[in-house]
Nanobody
Framework: EVQLVESGGGLVRPGGSLRLSCAASGFTFDDDDYTIGWFRQAPGEEREGVSCISVSGSSAYVTESVKGRFTITSDNGKNTVYLQMNSMKPENAAVYYC?????????????????WGPGTQVTVSS
């Protein structure tokens, strides 16, 4: 059974940094072809994709609005994906979710992902 658990959320000031972690179980990064994605959802907004990575090949995508500030990486030895968020802005505040799917995600839409973590709250405020 695939399970995902996010951690690392919290309160950060504008301009600050946070690193989110997504620990995955039920499959192995080295042996299985999965895509791990980070999504976020602010109150009253639709869930949107932030970044995703292919854990078998390490190809990655970052949405334009956070490019240059957010970086996604994977540690295959720990079966964990990280989202490093720098120079954070108030509009980056949301619940951040980790999601997984087998194979590549060509459109990077929430509907493409079948496994989800419970989410972690990120607040950006002075």
């Amino acid at each position: 059974e695939v399970q995902l658990v996010e951690s690392g959320g919290g309160l950060v000031r504008p301009g600050g940094s946070l690193r989110l972690s997504c620990a995955a179980s039920g499959f192995t990064f080295d042996d299985d072809d999965y895509t791990i994605g980070w999504f976020r959802q602010a109150p009253g907004e639709e869930r949107e994709g932030v970044s995703c990575i292919s854990v078998s090949g390490s190809s990655a995508y970052v949405t334009e609005s956070v490019k240059g500030r957010f970086t996604i990486t994977s540690d295959n030895g720990k079966n964990t994906v990280y989202l490093q968020m720098n120079s954070m802005k108030p509009e980056n505040a949301a619940v951040y979710y980790c999601a997984a799917r087998e194979g590549p995600s060509w459109d990077f839409r929430p509907d493409d992902f079948g496994y989800w973590g419970p989410g972690t709250q990120v607040t950006v405020s002075s």
